[in-house]
């Protein structure tokens, strides 16, 4: 801040137009200007008397120096220790949406089906389990769901190879009628276990890959 501005400012902060400096002082209303724009620069005993009737010592007015100067008031923007960042999470998580979502689902599924035949209502039961484990679990809870879903997959399959069922997913019996029927089963087969080598073994990464990020985060 240079002997101007220091002028102009400590003049504003008493309430004190160039006028009644120039007076005080003796001086023009031009001169007043002169010397806060810098184009001048008062004497030393205009400078004493500028101290005096702004109220503050002579190395203050001149240097800046002295507790009224803003460059001491200010701490230095390397020394500024840097803001803290508070995150706000809005809205309830995702895993709690999800969660609400299935259980919903399932429920409102379970009993619309129940109504048109009970046996059917028991094929929603995965739904508000994992609706369930959503809500409870805080954490690996779609990892937990998704090993439920796999080996109730597994259940439901080999429960339907034990029965004689050429594949649980009956609808694709109409896949194609120029198929034979060993030419639709070999195929249908072979498409579900691709699925579930695919299933297994994302699932599996998954599971390795959380268990050791547990593994450090407790070292």
């Known amino acids: 801040m240079t002997l101007g501005e220091r002028i102009c400012r400590y003049r504003t902060e008493r309430g004190m137009s160039q006028i009644e400096v120039a007076e005080r002082l003796d001086v023009s ?11 001048a620069v008062p004497d030393l005993d205009k400078l004493v008397k500028l101290s005096e009737l702004f109220g503050v010592t002579l190395d203050e007015l001149v240097k800046g120096e002295g507790p009224a100067a803003p460059e001491e008031k200010a701490a230095p923007a390397s020394e500024a220790p840097a803001p803290e960042v508070k ?5 309830p998580p995702v895993r709690v949406v999800v969660g609400a979502a299935l259980l919903a689902a399932g429920l409102l599924g379970g009993i619309f089906l129940f109504v048109l035949r009970p046996a059917l209502g ?7 389990v994992c609706g369930v484990i959503c809500l409870v679990v805080r954490k690996n809870a779609g990892l937990i769901c998704g090993w439920i879903l796999y080996g109730l997959w597994l259940v439901l399959r080999g429960g339907a190879m034990f029965r004689g069922i050429s594949t649980p997913l009956w609808v694709f019996r109409y896949l194609s009628l120029a198929m034979e029927e060993s030419q639709r089963t070999y195929y249908l087969y072979a498409l579900i276990m691709a699925a579930e080598i695919v299933l297994f073994a994302v699932l599996a990464a998954v599971t390795v890959y959380r268990i050791c990020r547990a593994a450090r985060e407790r070292r």
Do not use: F, N
């Open 87 to 91: 995150i706000v999470r809005a809205g």
């Open 122 to 128: 028991l094929t929603c039961l995965p739904l508000v």
């Open 29 to 39: 209303r031009q001169s007043v200007s002169k010397w806060e724009t810098d184009s």
